[in-house]
C-alpha cells in the first residue's frame, strides 16, 4: 500500500497573524454585542457597570481567551485532538465543546435570516403602521403553541432565507480557512465596524438621543454592593468572548508556531468590548428616541435580546427620520456580526471531524453542514420555532458552555496539573508574560466564578419550569438535550481514530514538538532542555 494512503491532509493555516485576529474578534463580536450587553449593563447599573465589566474582562474573560490560546497552539488541534494530545482521557471534553456547537449551530442561522429578512423589511417599511409586536410574532413567524406538539407547519419567509444563510456559509467552510474564513473575516468585520458606527452617528443626532445616553451611562452605584450584578458581569464576558466551548482553541491550532499569543488576546478581548460599548451608544441613544416619540421613559421601552432587535428597533424605524436607513443599517450588522459568529461555530465541528477521520475539507464541510442545515430547516422554519430556539438555548448557554468551561478549568489545573506548560508556552512566544497571577485566576477565580453561575442558574430552573413551557418539551429540548451532549461526547471519544488523522502521525506537530522541548541557548548555542514549570514573568 502506498504511504500517500495513510498520510493526514496537512493542516491549514490562517494567513498572517493580523487574519487571525480579525476572525477571532469577529467569532467574539455577535448578537450578544448588539442586543444584549447595552441592556445588561444599563440594568447592572449604567455607568456603575463598567467597573464589575472590567473587572470581569481583566480577571475572566483575558485569562480564560490565553488559555484557550495555548491549548489549541501547544497541542496543535481541534478541541478533541487538543485535548487528547494533553491527555487520552480529556479527549471527551473536546467533544463535549463540538456537541454544543453542533447544538448552537442548528439555531444560530435561524436569526440570521430572521435579520436579513429585516434587512429587506427595513428599506420599505414592510411591517406597515400596524403593531411591530404583533408584525414578528405573528405575521412574520407566526408563532404557535408547543403545547400541543412541535409543529411541521412550514414558514417560507423563515425558511427561505434560512436555506440561503446555510448556503452562503457551507460556500465559505468549504474554501478552508485562508480563503473561506479568513476572506469572509476580511471583509465582514470591516463592514460590520463602518455599518455601526454610522448606525451610532445616526442615532446620536436623533431627538431625545441625550435622554437615551443619560440613562445608559448615569452610575448607580448602589448596584455594585449586588453580588447579582457582578455575577452578570462576569457571565456576559465569559460568553461573550467565545471563550471555552471550543472556538478559539481551535482558531488558535491555525497560527503559525512563532506567534505572539497574549498580544493578539489583549488585542481580541479589548476591540471585542469597545465594540460592546459603541453598540451600547447606538442602542440607547435610539432607545431614547423612542421613549420621546412615545411620551414614556427610557425604562419603559429598553429591553434586551429578540425583544431589543426586532419589535423595538422596527419601532424606532418607523418613527425616525432616516429610519430605513438605520434599519438596513442596524439589520446588516446583526447579520454580519451573526455569519462572522456562524462561520466560526461550524469551524469547531469541521476541524473536529478532519482530524478525527483524516477526511479533506470539501467532504468534511458538505457531511457536517448539509445535515445540520437539514435539521436547521426542520425544526427552525416552522411555527413553533421560538419556542425551540428560546429552550434549546438558555440551557445549552446554562448547562452546555458554562458546565464544559467548569469542568475543562478544573481538569486541566487540578487534575493533569497542565497550567505549567500552558504558562510555559504563552511566554516563549508572547510579548505580555503570564506567571502565577494568570495561574491562579484560571485555577482558583475562575472555577469559583462558573460554579456560582451554574449552580445559580440549576437551582432557578429546577424551581421554576423555563418559560412555563410544559415538562415533556423540557425533558426533550432542555434538560434531555444537555444530558446527551455529555454521554455522546464519551461515546464519541471510544471511536478510533483514523489512520489518516492528525492524530496517528503528524509530522508537523512532531517538528513543533522538538522545537518546543529542545532549543539552542541565546548565549552558547548549546541545546537545552527547559522545565515546563519554570516562569519568565511574574506578570498577569
Request: charged share 10%; proline share 4%.
Amino acid at each position: 500500500m502506498s504511504t500517500a494512503v495513510t498520510q493526514p491532509h496537512k493542516r491549514e493555516a490562517f494567513g498572517s497573524r493580523n487574519v487571525f485576529i480579525l476572525s477571532a474578534i469577529g467569532s467574539a463580536v455577535g448578537l450578544g454585542n448588539i442586543w444584549r450587553f447595552p441592556y445588561v449593563a444599563y440594568e447592572g447599573g449604567g455607568g456603575a457597570f463598567l467597573i464589575p465589566y472590567l473587572c470581569a474582562l481583566l480577571t475572566a474573560g483575558i485569562p480564560l481567551l490565553f488559555f484557550d490560546y495555548a491549548i489549541g497552539h501547544r497541542f496543535r488541534g481541534s478541541a478533541p485532538l487538543a485535548f487528547r494530545r494533553m491527555h487520552r482521557a480529556a479527549e471527551p471534553l473536546g467533544w463535549w465543546q463540538v456537541l454544543i456547537c453542533v447544538v448552537i449551530s442548528v439555531y444560530y442561522a435561524v436569526i440570521i435570516a430572521w435579520a436579513a429578512m429585516y434587512t429587506w423589511f427595513s428599506a420599505q417599511l414592510s411591517w406597515g403602521a400596524g403593531n411591530e409586536n404583533d408584525f414578528f410574532f405573528g405575521e412574520f413567524l407566526q408563532m404557535g403553541d408547543v403545547a400541543g406538539g412541535i409543529s411541521l407547519e412550514f414558514v417560507p419567509q423563515v425558511g427561505i432565507p434560512l436555506l440561503v444563510v446555510w448556503g452562503v456559509t457551507i460556500v465559505i467552510m468549504g474554501l478552508g480557512v485562508k480563503r473561506g474564513i479568513g476572506a469572509a473575516n476580511m471583509v465582514l468585520l470591516p463592514l460590520l465596524t463602518l455599518m455601526f458606527v454610522v448606525l451610532v452617528v445616526q442615532s446620536l443626532f436623533l431627538p431625545g438621543a441625550m435622554d437615551g445616553l443619560n440613562a445608559f451611562f448615569t452610575p448607580n452605584w448602589a448596584a455594585l454592593a449586588d453580588p447579582g450584578v457582578w455575577a452578570a458581569a462576569y457571565g456576559h464576558i465569559f460568553f461573550s468572548l467565545s471563550v471555552a466551548f471550543g472556538i478559539m482553541v481551535t482558531y488558535s491550532s491555525y497560527l503559525k508556531r512563532k506567534t505572539d499569543l497574549t498580544g493578539s488576546g489583549l488585542v481580541v478581548g479589548f476591540a471585542n468590548s469597545g465594540f460592546e460599548i459603541l453598540a451600547g451608544i447606538g442602542v440607547f441613544a435610539a432607545l431614547g428616541f423612542m421613549a420621546q416619540a412615545q411620551s414614556a421613559q427610557v425604562s419603559d421601552v429598553a429591553s434586551a435580546g429578540i425583544g431589543l432587535a426586532f419589535v423595538a428597533f422596527p419601532t424606532i424605524v418607523s418613527q425616525a427620520a432616516g429610519g430605513p436607513i438605520i434599519g438596513v443599517l442596524f439589520f446588516g450588522a446583526l447579520t454580519f456580526a451573526g455569519l462572522t459568529s456562524m462561520i466560526s461555530i461550524l469551524e469547531v465541528i469541521v476541524a473536529a471531524i478532519q482530524d478525527k477521520l483524516g477526511w479533506g475539507r470539501v467532504r468534511a464541510t458538505l457531511i457536517v453542514t448539509i445535515p445540520l442545515a437539514v435539521i436547521s430547516m426542520a425544526f427552525f422554519s416552522t411555527t413553533t420555532a421560538l419556542a425551540v430556539l428560546d429552550t434549546t438555548d438558555a440551557f445549552v448557554n446554562a448547562f452546555g458552555i458554562m458546565a464544559v468551561a467548569l469542568v475543562a478549568v478544573i481538569a486541566v489545573s487540578w487534575v493533569l496539573h497542565k497550567l505549567p506548560v500552558l504558562q510555559e508556552h504563552l511566554n516563549r512566544r508572547s510579548s505580555f508574560r503570564v506567571g502565577l497571577i494568570w495561574k491562579l485566576l484560571v485555577g482558583l477565580l475562575a472555577p469559583i466564578v462558573l460554579g456560582y453561575l451554574f449552580i445559580s442558574e440549576l437551582i432557578t430552573k429546577i424551581n421554576t419550569p423555563y418559560e412555563g413551557y410544559p415538562d415533556w418539551f423540557l425533558s426533550i429540548f432542555g434538560w434531555g438535550m444537555v444530558i446527551a451532549l455529555v454521554i455522546l461526547a464519551v461515546v464519541l471519544s471510544l471511536i478510533p481514530w483514523s489512520g489518516r488523522s492528525h492524530a496517528k502521525d503528524d509530522p508537523e506537530y512532531d517538528d513543533f514538538l522538538v522545537e518546543e522541548s529542545y532549543e539552542p541557548d541565546a548565549e552558547t548555542g548549546a541545546i537545552r532542555v527547559p522545565s515546563a514549570s519554570s516562569s519568565k514573568g511574574a506578570g498577569a
